[in-house]
């Protein structure tokens, strides 16, 4: 599983202005659907979040969620 171009460009830009990033898994409105975002604390000092894909695969996304926590 990977991100899409799109979302890897946002992410980058994530990378470079904000602080503090985390991942996260959450599932969607109890739909068996799960998001993987990432948060961050912007420079106006409030905690942001982006969703960064969306799927059925839980455990694909736990798995990038580690990838990127690494990278």
């Given at each position: ?18 602080a ?19 948060r ?13 894909l ?5 455990a694909?996304l736990e798995a ?8």
């Open positions: 599983m990977e991100l899409s171009s799109q979302a890897a460009q946002a992410l980058d830009v994530v990378r470079r202005t904000g503090e990033l985390t991942y996260e898994v959450t599932e969607i409105c109890h739909s068996k659907r799960w998001r993987l975002s990432v961050w604390v912007a420079g106006s000092g409030e905690r942001q979040r982006l969703g960064l969306y799927s059925e695969d839980r694909g990038l969620r580690e990838r990127l926590a690494q990278a």
